[in-house]
């Protein structure tokens, strides 16, 4: 009597099969690093926009004075009492560089914009026209894209790759 042989394929074989694969998957796909920090990159601008946003219509809808002030990737935007209306950490993870706005920035009740430095006195602002102090844009990088977060004196966001 004669025992019939099961069907399948042996360990070693499996081994092999998966071994081929793992191989032809890291040849064939591409470094993924660059996309990912690209990807970061957009975020953290698109925050920075989202937050510019958020304390123009602040201010616009309590009319008080409401500050953005940059820190590397981060920023807090407060109110003039000093109430932490948002904050984010400057941490923005590796591949990822920050050129941040180059002051604070305030919102008036009007939604126009005023520069804000702080000294020794505390903080100093006064009114931005972009004739007399233009306002120099914010610029997020990484995995070889750049976007470039604008502020206009009369308080208008806009975000554009560049």
């Given at each position: 009597m004669k025992l019939a042989r099961a069907a399948g394929f042996t360990m070693i074989e499996l081994m092999v099969v998966l071994a081929i694969a793992a191989v032809v998957l890291l040849v064939a796909l591409p470094d993924l690093r660059p996309q990912v920090a690209a990807a970061k990159a957009r975020s953290v601008a698109s925050g920075m926009a989202d937050a510019l946003q958020y304390a123009r219509q602040y201010a616009l809808n309590t009319s008080?004075?409401?500050t953005f002030t940059p820190s590397g990737c981060g920023y807090s935007v407060a109110t003039?009492?000093?109430t932490q209306l948002l904050s984010q950490s400057s941490s923005a993870g590796s591949g990822?560089?920050?050129q941040p706005l180059a002051n604070a920035v305030s919102f008036l009740g009007d939604?126009?914009?005023s520069l804000c430095t702080q000294g020794a006195s505390g903080?100093?602002?006064s009114?931005?026209?972009?004739a007399s102090s233009p306002l120099a844009p914010a610029v997020v990088s990484g995995?070889?894209?750049s976007f470039t977060i604008s502020l206009s004196s009369?308080?208008?966001i806009s975000t554009n790759p560049s």
């Open positions: 008080n004075l409401v003039a009492s000093g990822v560089s920050c939604g126009s914009v903080l100093t602002c009114p931005a026209s972009a995995g070889g894209s009369g308080g208008l």
